[in-house]
Nanobody
Framework: VQLQAYGGGLVQAGGSLRLACAASGRTFSSYDMHWFRQAPGKEREFVAAINWSGSSTSYADSVKGRFTISRDNAKNTGYLQMNSLKPEDTGVYSC?????????????????WGQGTQVTVSS
């Protein structure tokens, strides 16, 4: 499956952005979907994940209550709604797809990755 993340940009602290991850090539609903981010000089970190049907989600503690992951299998697209953004949320956000059952693990050992989209939050 091929993935492409988009929707990043520059936003002030406290603002919102909605990222999207468009999938093509294979049945999107066959996979759990994940979002990761990487800040300059830091390791890539888990942000959120959702299972293949959308019935289960997991979040990093740092984004709980502010970010919401969702998906629309009919549109082959996943989303990450980001509210109350903070400067520490700045980074390159990438979406990834993995086998069913990977949504809860928080691991980046996933077979399919899209190019990231830059999110910059100014203070």
């Amino acid at each position: 499956v091929q993935l492409q993340a988009y929707g990043g940009g520059l936003v002030q602290a406290g603002g919102s952005l909605r990222l999207a991850c468009a999938a093509s090539g294979r049945t999107f609903s066959s996979y759990d979907m994940h979002w990761f981010r990487q800040a300059p000089g830091k390791e890539r970190e888990f942000v959120a994940a959702i299972n293949w049907s959308g019935s289960s989600t997991s979040y990093a503690d740092s984004v709980k209550g502010r970010f919401t992951i969702s998906r629309d299998n009919a549109k082959n697209t996943g989303y990450l709604q980001m509210n109350s953004l903070k400067p520490e949320d700045t980074g390159v956000y990438s979406c990834a797809a993995g086998p069913r059952g990977t949504w809860y693990a928080g691991s980046d050992a996933l077979p399919y990755w899209g190019q990231g989209t830059q999110v910059t939050v100014s203070s």
